[in-house]
């Protein structure tokens, strides 16, 4: 999937997708979209300030017009202004949106991939747990683009992870994650061909086909400690 490819995905899934009637895909909106698809350090500091239910997020690019991020919780709408434009969206308008950025932009890391995880993004019981251990918790990636089945059916989990440097350990349970909560890529994975082919035109591509998005876009339900992606043979 060329980079060039990807304007005209976004414009596809937001056509395909349910949005409030009056969601427009305009030229400013689109450029704010690119920006955020290119940007995935600022893509997740605008998605923890709308799950932490901060009022607002400032970014000043390097070039072009400061962009405000508002967020307003009690009448679940959020808002992008940028120089004299402003959008506004409901919430959960504005999450799915994220989640077809995400979907089309973000990086599919290799099987083997080691990763330190954010904190804040944990669900508690897990983040409860490293903070008792005093260090950061590294993963290793063990699977990706897991589907979610019964009413998260729309929804995928981006990858199944195990503690480094342990692994599979006997009676210990996955750890489901998103490309929200990784905070540092501490080693790439192995990648040949035939990985690049499989991540790009089956993994990527079935999502797509397939309108998912990950699972830190369900509206409420972010950190849910009940949500197991694995339809049959789950622990």
Do not use: C
Not at 176 to 192: A, E, R, S, W, Y
Not at 198 to 207: A, G, N, S
């Amino acid at each position: 999937m060329e980079v060039t490819d990807q304007q005209g995905l976004m414009a596809d899934l937001v056509h395909k997708q349910h949005f409030e009637e009056s969601f427009v895909l305009d030229a400013t909106l689109r450029d704010v979209i690119v920006a955020l698809g290119h940007n995935l350090p600022l893509m997740r500091k605008v998605y923890k300030g709308t799950v932490n239910h901060e009022h607002e997020v400032a970014h000043t690019p390097v070039f072009g017009s400061p962009m405000t991020f508002s967020f307003d919780y009690v009448n679940e709408v959020a808002e992008i202004t940028r120089g004299e434009w402003h959008k506004q969206f409901s919430l959960t308008d504005w999450l799915h949106l994220l989640g077809l950025i995400d979907a089309v932009y973000a990086p599919i890391y290799p099987i083997g991939t080691i990763l330190v995880l954010d904190k804040t993004l944990m669900p508690p019981l897990l983040a409860k747990a490293v903070a008792a251990s005093g260090d950061d918790l590294q993963v290793v990636i063990t699977g990706r683009k897991i589907p979610l089945i019964n009413e998260f059916s729309s929804y995928l989990a981006d990858y199944i992870v195990r503690i480094w440097p342990f692994g599979e350990i006997p009676n210990s349970g996955y750890i489901v994650i998103t490309n929200m909560m990784i905070q540092q890529v501490v080693q790439m994975g192995p990648v040949n061909d035939l990985d690049k082919e499989f991540t790009e035109q089956v993994l990527r591509t079935d999502q797509l086909l397939d309108g998912k998005i990950s699972i830190a876009y369900i509206p409420g339900a972010m950190n849910d400690e009940t949500i197991n992606p694995v339809a049959e043979g789950g622990e």
